[in-house]
């Protein structure tokens, strides 16, 4: 289950089976939205940017986009031969940045449009991203893998850390981050 909700409390939500749910009231009710599941590119994140316009990504490098709250969603592959997108983060204004399976990362500079791949230190699963602000980000994965960006995802390091490395059964899944930093 993955959950993202914006200030005014539309929100959408991604469920085992490819299915998805929306919320208008801060997640007090939901409502189905099982007419728009795909099996076959199930969604394993989502991020509601407003009211209107939220993103998923999902197995075989799906993107599944809404810009009328929900109504309709597009689903196109970002990359075909892609096993599995993980999360998506949007740092900037028209910037997203996904992460998946052996350590893949892309980034779109036009609001999804298209998608590049960028670099990283890693060929680790990239579980999850998050932003503080516009420039720095971080992505956690297997192997206890933490990478960091202050450059809005287009040069990734690794964050020194005892845990990662291939001798240890450790994964990060989930990262978050706030405006403060943390």
């Known amino acids: 289950l993955f959950v993202s909700i914006d ?14 749910a929306e919320t208008s009231d801060n997640g007090l009710t939901w409502y ?21 316009n939220a993103f998923a990504v999902g197995w075989a490098g799906s993107l599944f986009r809404t810009t009328n709250g929900g109504l309709h969603w597009d689903s ?20 997203f940045i996904v992460c998946g399976d052996f350590g893949t990362m892309l980034r779109s ?13 890693t ?3 990239l579980e999850s991203v998050a932003f503080s602000s516009p420039e720095i980000g971080v992505a956690v994965g297997t192997n206890a893998e933490i990478i960091r960006t202050t450059d809005e995802g ?5 964050i020194n ?7 240890t059964n450790v994964s990060f899944r989930q990262i978050a981050a706030f405006p403060s930093g943390t």
Not at 8 to 14: D, I, P, R, V
Not at 109 to 121: A, E, F, G, L, Y
């Open 76 to 95: 196109t592959q970002i990359d075909p031969n892609q096993e599995r997108l993980h999360s998506i983060a949007n740092p900037a204004n028209n910037v």
């Open 109 to 121: 500079t036009d609001n999804s449009m298209t998608w590049k791949p960028v670099t990283v230190p």
């Open 161 to 167: 850390n005892p845990l990662t490395g291939s001798s």
């Open 123 to 125: 060929t680790a699963y």
């Open 32 to 52: 189905d939205l099982r007419n728009f599941a795909d099996n076959n590119y199930k969604a394993t994140d989502i991020y509601a940017i407003d009211s209107n």
């Open 7 to 20: 200030s005014l409390g539309k929100g959408f939500a991604t469920l085992t089976g490819g299915v998805f």
């Open 154 to 158: 287009l040069t990734w390091a690794n």
